[in-house]
């Protein structure tokens, strides 16, 4: 039995889910989010929580026990907190402007960058660090991926994009000569 798969998904107040043939509806304060039904997996709503049970032992439908629920866990954060993605800008002459669905960054390149996000996902930014906001955990790990893409950091200096978490493991530079 999948670990993840047999927890039941606590709902909270003011969120819904309707579970439909092909596909899972979860709406909240914040929107709405549509999930595919995947195969081999029942979904049951019961007095607040959501039971992901599986129809038989196949493979496949292992395999799908624990994602459906995740996915739909996910759905749940979302709709009712959403999810939030900080990134950093380390470099001289390096500079961010904008907000709301783009951003214009100055990145040591020889144009500036624009970057647009797409439809749900809010970007802000605040002296050298962009926030990526939306309640698409998927779209908001997806848009702070492809920015950090745009300049990732090196291992010299640590000029570029980084997560706010993520630490660079640095590098010596040249050891001159005696």
């Given at each position: 039995m999948s670990r993840i798969g047999k927890l039941p998904i606590k709902i909270p107040t003011g969120v819904t889910i309707t579970?439909?043939?092909?596909?899972?509806t979860v709406a909240g304060a914040?929107?709405?989010?549509?999930?595919p039904h995947q195969n081999f997996v029942k979904v049951?709503?019961?007095?607040g929580e959501a039971i992901?049970?599986?129809?038989?032992?196949?493979?496949?439908?292992?395999?799908?026990?624990?994602?459906q629920r995740a996915l739909i866990n996910n759905a749940v954060t979302g709709v009712s907190e959403g999810f939030e993605k900080k990134l950093e800008v380390n470099g001289v002459g390096f500079r961010l402007s904008g907000g709301g669905q783009?951003?214009?960054?100055a990145l040591g390149f020889s144009h500036p960058v624009k970057y647009k996000a797409p439809e749900?996902?809010?970007?802000?930014?605040?002296?050298?660090?962009?926030t990526?906001?939306?309640i698409s955990k998927q779209a908001v790990g997806q848009v702070a991926a492809e920015i950090r893409a745009l300049r990732p950091p090196e291992p010299y200096k640590g000029k570029g994009i980084k997560?706010?978490?993520?630490?660079?493991?640095?590098?010596?530079?040249?050891?001159g000569k005696k």
């Amino acid at each position: 039995m999948s670990r993840i798969g047999k927890l039941p998904i606590k709902i909270p107040t003011g969120v819904t889910i309707t579970v439909g043939a092909d596909d899972i509806t979860v709406a909240g304060a914040k929107g709405t989010l549509v999930l595919p039904h995947q195969n081999f997996v029942k979904v049951e709503v019961v007095e607040g929580e959501a039971i992901v049970a599986r129809e038989n032992d196949e493979a496949e439908a292992r395999a799908k026990h624990g994602l459906q629920r995740a996915l739909i866990n996910n759905a749940v954060t979302g709709v009712s907190e959403g999810f939030e993605k900080k990134l950093e800008v380390n470099g001289v002459g390096f500079r961010l402007s904008g907000g709301g669905q783009e951003i214009d960054m100055a990145l040591g390149f020889s144009h500036p960058v624009k970057y647009k996000a797409p439809e749900g996902v809010q970007l802000e930014t605040n002296k050298m660090e962009i926030t990526v906001k939306g309640i698409s955990k998927q779209a908001v790990g997806q848009v702070a991926a492809e920015i950090r893409a745009l300049r990732p950091p090196e291992p010299y200096k640590g000029k570029g994009i980084k997560y706010a978490d993520e630490r660079i493991l640095r590098k010596a530079g040249k050891a001159g000569k005696k």
